[in-house]
């Protein structure tokens, strides 16, 4: 059953492709009228203020809200389906597809905006080829460009924030075609960047990285600048490894490891989400994150590498 949302609302989401896709589905249903990009963690700690003219959308569950759509593994084993809540959180390729379906789907929506669906899920789900890796274009490019891993937000020198260009695109994508898209003055300086750095963040995966059986640590800690690219192409680099771990210095005294499943070899049966869950992070079975103490970072990354060799 459908809630009814009575007046526009705040959507709070994830800064990514996935959330810009909720964005977007939300604003075509003419449902919000303003947007708080938000980190998952804040969300989880109740670090974030919610209320009933709240929409959370691919974030963890926080009390008081209005609505929630999440398609997070990690969030059944926290407890939050245990929660009274409306709206819907269910397995599904991206957090954007729970709520086209809730919404009716393409009855609904129409045709206009199938590419947006098929590529965020695509996306989410990480079914990318080598060739799309290495060499991105049309949504590909621009979910890896949209996606804050890739480390974008780093580099100041861009005319608008990153915020600001999910709230311009949210609104574009309902009626320009991907093209268009890229061809946007704010998108384009990004693509620009994104393509000068893919070389030197190669470079800098072979230099920092480890492997451990079958597992590729990738330990960027004190590293400066961190290059930015997309999260694939250590995968690509190093094809025989099926899980990465990838560290980076967090804010406020922690440590970060981001670990997911590679998708070119994919034979690990390993619940990536479940292992993070366990450290105060959360995910999917394929990818998760966590973050800890730096004064215990040490300690966990060893207890990662051996959760996570086959």
């Not at 980190?39 to 959370?56: C, F, R, S, T, Y």
């Not at 965020?120 to 060499?135: G, P, R, W």
């Not at 394929?286 to 060893?302: D, R, S, W, Y």
Request: proline residues 3%; charged residues 25%; hydrophobic residues 40%.
């Amino acid at each position: 059953m459908v809630t009814e949302v009575p007046d526009k609302v705040r959507l709070l989401t994830r800064s990514d492709f996935d959330g810009l896709a909720c964005a977007t589905l939300l604003l075509e249903l003419n449902l919000v009228d303003s947007f708080k990009f938000v980190h998952p963690k804040d969300v989880q700690d109740g670090l974030i203020e919610v209320n009933k003219n709240d929409i959370l959308a691919n974030v963890p569950f926080a009390k008081g809200c209005g609505l929630w759509f999440d398609h997070h593994s990690s969030e059944e084993e926290r407890g939050s389906l245990k929660e009274e809540f409306a709206g819907r959180s269910e397995q599904a390729p991206s957090c954007a597809r729970v709520i086209y379906n809730y919404y009716g789907g393409s009855s609904k929506f129409g045709a206009n905006l199938n590419e947006l669906m098929a590529a965020v899920d695509k996306a989410d789900a990480a079914q990318f080829t080598v060739q799309e890796i290495l060499n991105p274009e049309g949504w590909v490019l621009l979910a890896f460009v949209m996606d804050p891993r890739t480390g974008l937000g780093r580099f100041r020198q861009f005319r608008i924030s990153n915020y600001q260009l999910m709230e311009k695109l949210a609104n574009d994508i309902r009626y320009k075609s991907i093209d268009q898209i890229l061809s946007d003055y704010d998108v384009r300086e990004r693509v620009d960047l994104y393509f000068e750095q893919t070389e030197l963040f190669k470079k800098m995966v072979r230099k920092y990285s480890t492997v451990h059986n079958n597992v590729l640590v990738t330990d960027l800690r004190g590293v400066d600048p961190i290059y930015s690219g997309n999260r694939f192409i250590p995968y690509a680099l190093c094809p025989d490894v099926n899980i990465s771990i990838w560290a980076i210095e967090g804010k406020l005294g922690n440590s970060v490891f981001t670990c997911g499943k590679s998708i070119i070899n994919r034979n690990s049966n390993k619940n990536i989400g479940s292992v993070m869950l366990q450290y105060g992070g959360g995910g999917h079975f394929n990818v998760g994150t966590c973050q800890v103490p730096h004064e215990q970072a040490e300690q966990i990354l060893e207890v990662l590498i051996q959760k996570f060799q086959d």
